[in-house]
């Protein structure tokens, strides 16, 4: 029963954000050129929000681990993906893992754009 609450209150995090990186996807921003700036500021946005989550959570702001639940893997998780990512890539390199940190955000872009290549390749 414990699980099936947790689901529920990352489900609603998760709509939360997903509402917002659609609205966010609206916001008139010049496209010419073909950088993806929105995309940009969604994910340095939801890195932002993550980062912050988690380190008032660690500094004892009183956060609930169902608040936590929501807002983390909820909120930033259907925000974007990439907000983990970042969290995660920052652990490594400030826990004293740089070398792995580095190696992780290196493979992580690089396998992640050969995936969408290969997809792309095998759809065709």
């Given at each position: 029963m414990?699980?099936?609450?947790d689901c529920l209150y990352v489900g609603a995090g998760g709509l939360l954000g997903t509402i917002l990186r659609y609205l966010a996807g609206l916001l008139p921003v010049q496209r010419d050129g073909g950088f993806p700036f929105m995309t940009l500021a969604i994910?340095?946005?939801g890195a932002f929000l993550i980062g912050l989550i988690t380190a008032?959570?660690?500094q004892g702001?009183?956060?609930?681990?169902?608040?936590?639940?929501?807002?983390?893997?909820g909120v930033c998780?259907?925000?974007?993906?990439f907000s983990t990512f970042a969290?995660?890539?920052?652990?490594?390199?400030?826990?004293?893992?740089p070398l792995i940190g580095?190696?992780?955000a290196a493979l992580s872009?690089?396998?992640?754009?050969?995936?969408?290549?290969?997809?792309?390749a095998l759809a065709e």
């Amino acid at each position: 029963m414990r699980t099936l609450i947790d689901c529920l209150y990352v489900g609603a995090g998760g709509l939360l954000g997903t509402i917002l990186r659609y609205l966010a996807g609206l916001l008139p921003v010049q496209r010419d050129g073909g950088f993806p700036f929105m995309t940009l500021a969604i994910n340095v946005t939801g890195a932002f929000l993550i980062g912050l989550i988690t380190a008032l959570a660690t500094q004892g702001a009183g956060i609930r681990p169902r608040a936590l639940l929501f807002c983390r893997v909820g909120v930033c998780g259907g925000f974007t993906t990439f907000s983990t990512f970042a969290l995660e890539a920052h652990s490594l390199l400030r826990g004293g893992k740089p070398l792995i940190g580095a190696a992780y955000a290196a493979l992580s872009v690089a396998l992640c754009i050969a995936a969408v290549a290969c997809a792309n390749a095998l759809a065709e």
